[in-house]
């Protein structure tokens, strides 16, 4: 078969054709005035949006494509006589299914190659060299190194039924109750659960893991634009799911979260007998049901 | 059913029907609590109430006369291995164990729709619920409940709701069989559903069960009897899959007509073939996920249990294993729908059958490779996204297919807009969104915003809704005349197209930008800046259940009002199943028919005529 258009369906395509450019430059457009979320509070942030920017643009002449071919079908290939008639007998256009099936393959290849260079690049936190959910690693257990300037930011997010508590490594280990960030700082986030699955999504800033028990789960994340965000657990985790949430998480300048953390500090110093010591994870009493 | 051989009165002295199930069934569950209580664990009874459970099951199946056939042959009775075709027409069949696959037909639509309201009514509580931002009309409690039981309701009607209704009635149909390959097992599949609806209702007594249809531990070894309901009754399920797979896949195979060649197939039954394999496939991984589930609950095993060395992770993979064949059992049979019903209505042959039952199997391939990109932010080892990305990205390939070939058919076709083809245009609109949200959800940097969010949870509910549920509808409206004999009213079915088409679209699209919005599934409580949109979803979706009552008055106004018999061949299809008079007879073709021609053959130049009834006799298909 060859790649010969017949006649009669020659003005179908070239109307289709025009109306589906003009619709798809017009749409792409629109799509691409929207500002997506979660918006650039963080450099992950801001690549999400992007990511989210550049799918719907690439959306848009999908569906438009779709759309008006079911919309012009319906229009110009509805039966105008009141008794049945058999349309002409077409079993298939070798040419247009493998034109179809090819360039549908090199969007959805073009696609995956834009997630992975995204995921790869640094800017989403060298996922590929994470330590993951390999409990020898990450964490720095117990260190109470000061700051260095530079080095990642470590901060445990402990989820438990049904609040989120934060815990900075370099700063001895202290607990709290909302979470801060410095500025323009890399955060290595550790996740990890004391009871059920959870997931920490803090929303402005890009950042969704799973908190799951036993397990430090690794999310890169570098603040951008000082500001406040909102702490919400995306896993249905019992009853009182719905509330589990946050809206005092900040962004803040590196001198306001010295003295935050200082604050924090001095609080933590009254109740820190009564916390296990910092690790990468935390096995509360029983493990056993019924003992 | 056994039917009594005249040479011998040697027979079970006891009836066995829908009553008398019952009646085993009570006894059963006690009988299996009383068991689980002797071995004394710390397990809050739960081996009583699973035992309870399974119990009450084999009581049920055993006082129905699943048990009469193989006892009559352990004990040398005359039997007859595949009951003769009685003419048989009355309601009493349908209360009973038939192994006539038109009844099972009928016995599991009928099943299903009513298990379909009660979801539905799950599912309107949900959003009642949601009218206020605070948990003042639900408390949280009931409100977890709900989700629970409205979602595994909903899993456990959408792996059917397809497959087993159309799936039992028409398989043999259009292939010009008399009968399923295996009677007993076909009866099986629909006899556990029944059981497994009522186990997951009786949650309710027990509180419901906190971790809707996902049942991850350890949140379900945390929960109490209710998460017993959900054990027993995906068991149930699981079973049900794997039987109608295999005796799905037998039937298509070895049962097919003279002259029934691959090419002759109906796309139907492709799109029931490719589901049967993933059934059979996917449902022991569940099945086995639950008995482990079940043992973590009951005899303190871990492997769940990270503190004693288990892994919730272990749960998460075969579940999602199960999990994303699981969505594909939905969403074949329904692709199958579409591609059948497009040619007959487009009076065109279907274009590109070939490349259709490749896009057909290429989904079925693929969805054995996708299930991590559910686990895309649990914390599983980073290198494999990458790989999970690229495969779930690639099943928009294949999928894109079913779009091609039917897109292709419409193009210069006399298209007959009929109420199913209208359902068919809703599916591909809807289905396009479902599409697309899904290539969203695979993109991991986007996924991060979007996972467990109401993105997610609207992606599924367009492929479901919105796919499934559309060609469901359509395959009412088109074989329901063949099946009940009676045409369901075009008027009312031209509203509710609308009616529902855009009550449902009122009430997903929103969901979308709820999500993007920074909403979780599953809470009970959301940001007050989010009620303006979740008032108009709730309102919606009131909506969209009115649209559903009318689809209820349809068929009560079609099967008690409408006099007379629907004619043999209301749409002038050429497929084979209509070419059976209406009510189709006992033994579906008198002799076994010789096929000729396509179904699709609508405006070739000498098409013969597709299958010569005066054929062979007792080629294929029992006596």
Not at chain 2, 83 to 91: N, S
Not at chain 2, 229 to 257: K, P
């Amino acid at each position: 078969m060859s790649l010969r258009i017949e006649p009669a369906d020659r003005p179908h395509a070239i109307r289709l054709l025009v109306m589906w450019v003009i619709l798809s430059i017009i749409g792409i457009i629109a799509v691409l005035q929207i500002h997506y979320p979660p918006y650039d509070q963080t450099i992950q942030g801001e690549d999400q949006s992007k990511t989210l920017a550049l799918l719907t643009a690439m959306a848009t002449p999908v569906f438009i494509g779709v759309v008006m071919m079911v919309i012009y079908s319906a229009i110009y290939f509805r039966r105008a006589t009141a008794e049945l008639v058999d349309g002409p007998p077409m079993l298939g256009n070798t040419p247009v299914q493998v034109a179809w099936i090819g360039i549908s393959a090199i969007a959805v290849l073009f696609l995956a190659f834009v997630g992975v260079t995204t995921l790869a690049s640094d800017n989403v936190a060298k996922l590929v060299n994470a330590p993951g959910r390999s409990i020898n690693t990450g964490g720095q257990t117990g260190s109470a190194t000061a700051a260095e300037q530079g080095k990642e930011l470590q901060v445990q997010v402990v989820a438990q039924q049904w609040y989120f508590t934060y815990r900075y490594a370099d700063y001895g280990g202290v607990e709290t109750t909302h979470l801060y960030l410095p500025l323009d700082r890399p955060v290595e986030l550790h996740v990890t659960s004391l009871d059920i699955i959870h997931s920490f999504w803090a929303y402005e800033i890009g950042v969704k893991a799973d908190a799951n028990p036993g397990v430090d789960n690794v999310f890169h994340v570098t603040p951008q634009k000082t500001g406040s965000f909102t702490v919400r657990c995306a896993e249905l985790c019992g009853l009182w799911h719905g509330q589990m949430s946050d809206t005092e998480g900040k962004v803040v300048s590196q001198s306001d979260f010295d003295t935050w953390i200082a604050q924090q500090q001095q609080d933590y110093a009254v109740i820190q007998k009564a916390v296990p010591s910092y690790a990468p994870f935390y096995f509360p009493e029983p493990t056993v049901k019924g003992s | 059913m056994v039917v009594p051989n005249a040479l011998s009165d040697r027979n079970l002295s006891f009836p066995t029907g829908l009553i008398t199930g019952i009646v085993l069934a009570i006894p059963g569950y006690f009988i299996g609590v009383w068991t689980g209580n002797l071995f004394g664990l710390f397990d809050d009874q739960n081996t009583g109430v699973i035992l309870g459970y399974a119990f009450a099951v084999i009581g049920f199946l055993v006082g129905l006369g699943f048990l009469n056939y193989p006892l009559a042959r352990l004990l040398g009775w005359p039997v007859t291995a595949v009951p003769q075709t009685v003419e048989e027409r009355t309601w009493g069949r349908y209360f009973s164990l038939s192994l006539d696959h038109k009844v099972i037909g009928m016995q599991y639509l009928v099943t299903i729709l009513i298990m379909l309201l009660f979801g539905a009514i799950g599912a309107m509580l949900i959003r009642t619920s949601l009218l206020v931002p605070d948990a003042s009309i639900t408390p949280p409690g009931q409100y977890i409940m709900l989700i629970g039981l409205h979602s595994v309701m909903m899993i456990f009607i959408t792996s059917a709701v397809i497959l087993g209704p159309f799936g039992n009635y028409l398989v043999p149909l259009m292939i010009g069989a008399r009968r399923m390959a295996f009677p007993r097992l076909e009866a099986l599949s629909f006899w556990v559903v029944p059981p497994a609806a009522v186990i997951l209702a009786a949650a309710v007594f027990w509180g419901g069960f906190p971790t809707g249809w996902t049942g991850y531990p350890p949140l379900s070894e945390q929960a109490g009897q209710g998460m017993d309901s959900y054990i027993v009754g995906f068991v149930l399920i699981a079973i049900a899959l794997v039987t109608s797979g295999i005796n799905m896949l037998a039937t298509i195979i070895a049962m097919r007509a003279p002259g029934m060649t691959w090419t002759r197939l109906p796309m139907f039954v492709w799109g029931i073939f490719a589901t049967a394999i993933l059934g059979l496939l996917a449902a022991p991984v569940l099945a086995t996920a639950l008995v482990q589930l079940a043992m973590d609950r009951t005899t303190n095993t871990t492997f769940f249990v990270a503190a004693n060395g288990g892994s919730n992770y272990l749960w998460e993979n075969l579940f999602w294993f199960f999990g994303h064949p699981e969505v594909y059992i939905f969403i074949l049979p329904a692709f199958g729908i579409i591609m059948e019903l497009v040619p007959h209505f487009a009076r065109k042959p279907l274009w590109g059958y070939r490349t259709g039952v490749v896009g057909l199997f290429g989904v079925t391939l693929l969805s054995w490779f996708v299930w991590q990109h559910h686990l895309f932010m649990s914390g599983i080892a980073p290198v494999l996204r990458p790989f999970y990305m690229l495969s779930t990205e690639l099943i928009s390939i294949p999928t894109g297919i079913i779009f091609l070939v039917t897109l292709g058919t419409m193009w210069r076709a006399r298209i007959w807009f009929s109420v199913p083809m209208l359902f068919c245009m809703g599916f591909l609109f809807n289905f396009l969104i479902g599409g697309i949200s899904g290539v969203y959800l695979s993109d991991v940097p986007t996924d991060v915003t979007l996972h467990g969010s109401y993105f997610s949870m609207a992606h599924f509910h367009y492929t479901i809704v919105g796919g499934e549920i559309f060609a469901m509808m359509a395959a009412c409206y088109y074989w329901l005349p063949k099946m009940t004999g009676k045409m369901l009213s075009p008027l009312i079915g031209r509203i509710h197209f609308w009616w529902m088409f855009i009550a449902f679209n009122s009430t997903f699209f929103p969901l979308f930008l709820l999500g993007i919005l920074d909403m979780p599934r599953r809470v009970s409580v959301y940001a007050a800046n989010l009620q303006f949109l979740n008032d108009w979803v709730t309102v919606s979706a009131y909506l969209l259940f009115g649209s559903m009552l009318l689809f209820a008055g349809n068929l009560v106004y079609s099967l008690f009002f409408v006099p007379g018999i629907a004619v043999a061949n209301p749409w002038h299809a050429r497929s084979l199943e209509w070419q059976v008079p209406t009510p189709v007879p006992a033994g579906n073709f008198d002799r076994v028919p010789l096929i000729v021609g396509g179904p699709y053959d609508y405006g070739l130049p000498n098409a013969k005529p597709v299958a010569d009834f005066g054929g062979l006799v007792g080629a294929t298909g029992g006596s």
